[in-house]
């Protein structure tokens, strides 16, 4: 079975440009989760969806970041403008809730680096 | 509001030493736990979780765990690391009534020398 699809694994762009980071979560998984990695903060959660609704977007750093889910397969994680400081790793996960597991699947990440 | 704290922030072994990681969390209700591992260059998998029952659960790659609850405690042992143990290691809580949303700790960055 494919995993939770991240695209782009790599991106390198210049302060005030857009990003948009891309995400396929595993198929019949109904939440989904945006996490940053970085060395000072470690794994952050910046917002999450179940059944693709927002739930809580109460870790999304400011206004310039925003995320969607137009449906059950596809989440994009938007910064626009970029800064330098949104420089991280941006991990995509999924799972699927009435396991009642609370387990969840990562992407691979994608690496943003704003000069 | 909920939150995880692992002690321990870089660790260094030689091959076969024993390990414990040391992972604490606040949270006054029904958790379930988790310890998850990051090789070099690659995205976090689930080493081992814990949901109910016997507190000493077993993981992959002879990884185990053990919950004391009345130490809000969770932590992470091998018997005898390998050099390919070498990752970093997180461990994350969930409100076992919630629908999967994951706190991690700082994580815990393991260099096993061989």
């Known amino acids: 079975d494919a995993g939770v699809i991240q695209s782009p694994r790599h991106e390198v762009t210049e302060m005030g440009q857009e990003v948009t980071l891309r995400c396929k979560p595993i198929?019949?998984?109904?939440?989904l989760f945006w996490y940053r990695q970085t060395m000072m903060r470690g794994l952050e959660l910046l917002i999450y969806?179940?059944?693709?609704?927002?739930?809580?977007d109460s870790g999304m750093p400011e206004d310039r970041f925003s995320a969607k889910m137009p449906n059950a397969s596809f989440s994009t994680l938007k910064i626009q403008p970029s800064e330098p400081r949104d420089s991280a790793v941006y991990f995509c996960?999924?799972?699927?809730?009435?396991?009642?597991?609370?387990?969840?699947?990562f992407g691979e990440g994608s690496r943003l680096t704003v000069l | 509001a909920q939150s995880v704290s692992q002690h321990n922030h870089h660790v260094i072994l030689s091959e076969a030493a024993s390990l414990e990681l040391g992972c604490n969390y606040s949270?006054?209700?029904?958790?379930?736990l988790f310890w998850y591992v990051q090789y070099p260059g690659q995205h976090l998998q689930l080493l081992l979780k814990?949901?109910?029952?016997?507190?000493l659960v077993k993981g992959i790659k002879g990884f185990e765990a053990e919950f004391i609850k009345s130490k809000f405690s969770f932590n992470l042992r091998k018997p005898s690391v390998q050099w390919s143990d070498t990752a970093e290691y997180f461990c994350?809580?969930?409100?076992?009534?919630?629908?999967?949303?994951?706190?991690f700790g700082q994580g815990t960055t393991l260099q096993v020398k061989p």
């Open positions: 969806f179940n059944n693709n609704v927002p739930i809580d």
């Open positions: 814990y949901f109910s029952g016997d507190p």
């Open positions: 949270y006054g209700g029904t958790v379930n």
């Open positions: 996960a999924s799972s699927f809730p009435l396991l009642g597991t609370g387990e969840l699947f």
């Open positions: 198929s019949g998984h109904n939440s």
């Open positions: 994350a809580v969930a409100n076992s009534g919630n629908t999967g949303k994951l706190i």
